[in-house]
C-alpha cells in the first residue's frame, strides 16, 4: 500500500507541473511554425518571383485580423486603468513623463542617423536616371498630413467611427474620455468596469485565435517583399541597407540598453528574450502594429500598471518612432549625395527638425517611412524629391529595422516611464524575467487581475471576476 500511494501521489504531482508545458509546447510549434514560413517565403521570393508578389493580400490580410483588433484593446486597457485610479493628476502626469521622453529619444536617434549617414556617405557616385526620378514622385503621398491635420484628426467623426476606421490616436482619445467619467462616477461606474474587463477577456482571446494564422501570414508577406526587390536592390544599396541597420542596432543596444540598466536596473537582451515572440511577428510581417495588442498584454503581466501601459504604448506608436527617425535622417543624406548636392550641417538641422514634426503628421499612413520622407522633403526641399526612387526598391527591406526599433523603443519607453512614475512592481518583473511567472498565450491575460499594481488605486470591486 504505502508503494502504491507513494505512486498515486507522485503521478498527482506530476499533473499540474506537465499541463502547463503542454499549453507552451502548443505555441511554441506555432512560432517554430512562422520561422519556416519565412524561409519559405523567401525561398519562394528568390525562385519565382511574379508567383510571389501575387501572394501580397496573404500577408496584407493577417495584418489586417491584428489590426481590427487595435482599437478594442486600447479602449478596454485605458478604461480599465484610468477607471481604478483615484488622482486624475496620476494619469497626466505619465502622459506628461512619456510625452517627453518621446520627444527626447526622437531627437537623439535623428542626431544618431545624421552622424552615421556623413561618415558612410552611401549616396555618393550613384546616377539618377529620369525612371528613378518619375519613381521618386510617385512616392509623394496625398495621405500626408500637416501638423494642424493631425491633431484635428485626433477628433473621431462620431465615438463609434474611432472604432471602425482604424485610428489608434481616436481610440485613445475616446479611451480617456470614458476612463475620467467612470472615475469620476465612483462606485456607479463598477458595473461598466466589470463589463468592460468581460469584453477585454473577450477580445484578448479571439487575438489569440487569430495568431495561429500567422505563419500563413509570414509567409504571403515574406515571399512578396523577397519576390518584389529581388538581389540586385539589395546588392546595389547594401551599403545603405547595413549601415542602417547596424546603426538601429547600435541605437536598441547600446542607447536604449544604456538607459534601461541605469533607470530600470534591468538587462535589455533580458527583456527582448521575454518579448522574442512579438520581435518575430515583426520581422515576418513589416509591421510593428502587429505586436501592439500583443505588447500591452506582455507589458500589464511583467508588472507595468494598466495606466502606464495602456497610456505610453499607444501614443508611443505614433509619437515615438525611433527607426523611422534614423531612416528619414540617413535616406535623406543618401538622396543629397546620389543627387549631388550633399547638404551641410547648416542645411541639415533645419531639414531633420522639420522631419521630426511630419513624421507626427503621418503617422497611421501606410509605408509611413518612405510616405513621409517624400512628404518631408516636398515641403522642405523639393528638389530632393526625385531621388526618393533610389530607395523605392529596398524600403520594404528597411522596413524590418524601422519597425523593430519602433517596437524596442516602445517597450523600453514603457518600463522606464513605469519605474519613473513608480507604477511598476519589480519583485514580479524580476520573476516574469526569470520564466517563474510565464505568460498565458491562450488568454494573454492575467487570471489574477491584482497582480499590476496602481498606486492610489480603489480596491478591486471585481472579487468574483479575480476567480474566474
Known sequence: MPTKTSRRAAVAASTPVTAPEVKRDRTHYLYIAVIVAVALGITVGLIAPDFAVELKPIGTGFVNLIKMMIAPIIFCTIVLGIGSVRKAAKVGAVGGIALAYFLAMSLVALAIGLLVGNILEPGTGLAVTDAVKETGQAQVSAEA????????????????????????????????????????????????????????????????????????????????????????????????????????????????????????????????????????????????????????????????????????????????????????????????????????????????????????????????????????LQSHKPALVDGIGLIVGIDRFMSEARALTNFAGNAVATVLVGTWTKEIDKERVAEVLAGRLPFDEKTLLDEDTAATPATDALPDPRPELTKA
Open 145 to 376: 498630413k500637416d501638423t494642424t491635420e493631425f491633431l484635428l484628426g485626433i477628433i473621431p467623426t462620431t465615438i463609434v467611427s474611432a472604432f471602425t476606421e482604424g485610428e489608434v490616436l481616436q481610440a485613445l482619445l475616446i479611451a480617456l474620455l470614458v476612463g475620467f467619467a467612470l472615475q469620476a462616477m465612483g462606485p456607479a461606474g463598477q458595473p461598466i468596469l466589470r463589463g468592460v474587463e468581460h469584453i477585454q477577456r473577450l477580445v484578448f482571446r479571439v487575438l489569440a485565435m487569430v495568431m495561429w494564422a500567422a505563419p500563413i501570414g509570414a509567409f504571403g508577406a515574406i515571399a512578396a517583399v523577397t519576390g518584389s526587390a529581388g538581389l540586385d536592390a539589395l546588392k546595389s544599396l547594401a551599403v545603405l541597407m547595413l549601415g542602417f541597420y547596424v546603426t538601429c542596432f547600435l541605437f536598441v543596444f547600446v542607447v536604449l540598453g544604456a538607459l534601461l540598466r541605469l533607470v530600470a536596473g534591468l538587462n535589455v537582451l533580458t527583456l527582448f528574450k521575454y518579448l522574442g515572440r512579438e520581435f518575430l511577428l515583426i520581422l515576418s510581417t513589416s509591421s510593428s502594429e502587429s505586436a501592439l495588442p500583443r505588447l500591452i498584454a506582455k507589458m500589464e503581466h511583467l508588472g507595468v500598471s494598466k495606466p502606464v501601459v495602456g497610456i505610453t504604448v499607444p501614443t508611443g506608436y505614433s509619437f515615438n518612432l525611433d527607426g523611422t527617425m534614423i531612416y528619414m535622417t540617413m535616406a535623406s543624406l543618401f538622396i543629397a549625395d546620389a543627387m549631388g548636392t550633399p547638404m551641410s550641417v547648416g542645411e541639415q538641422i533645419p531639414l531633420l527638425l522639420f522631419l521630426l514634426v511630419a513624421s507626427k503628421g503621418a503617422a497611421g499612413v501606410t509605408g509611413a517611412g518612405l510616405a513621409t520622407l517624400a512628404g518631408g
